[in-house]
């Protein structure tokens, strides 16, 4: 059984800053890409960011130039860094992996944090 544990998110500021962390556990043999979604309340869930097993990084527009996604192999563990945070950001932020089998792929999703922007 795979397992993804986030930790961060809380309440900022309008232009703070905020990290996020994924670490995947159990059985795992490879892990194709790593990515963070997030829903806002009435909205679709959106792709925020994500990063595969190269280190090719793609992010939504809105993100760009302000988050940053990083990954931590050795520890199978996915990060989000949050800077000039707006209150559009404020979601509750997903950790997606999608492991490979060999045969296909298989998506696992972290159980979510919230992250609210506001004065």
């Known amino acids: 059984q795979v397992q993804l544990v986030q930790s961060g998110g809380g309440l900022v500021q309008p232009g703070g800053s905020l990290r996020l962390s994924c670490a995947a556990s159990?059985?795992?043999?490879?892990?194709?890409?790593m990515g963070w979604y997030r829903q806002a309340p009435g909205k679709q869930r959106e792709l925020v960011a994500r990063?595969?097993?190269?280190?090719?990084?793609n992010y939504a527009d809105s993100v760009k130039g302000r988050f940053t996604i990083s990954r931590d192999k050795a520890k199978n563990t996915v990060y989000l860094q949050m800077n000039s945070l707006k209150p559009e950001d404020t979601a509750v932020y997903y950790c997606k992996a999608s492991l490979d089998y060999g045969l296909g792929y298989r998506d696992y999703w972290g159980q979510g944090t919230q992250v609210t922007v506001s004065s």
């Open positions: 990063i595969n097993e190269g280190g090719s990084t």
């Open positions: 159990g059985m795992i043999f490879g892990i194709a890409a």
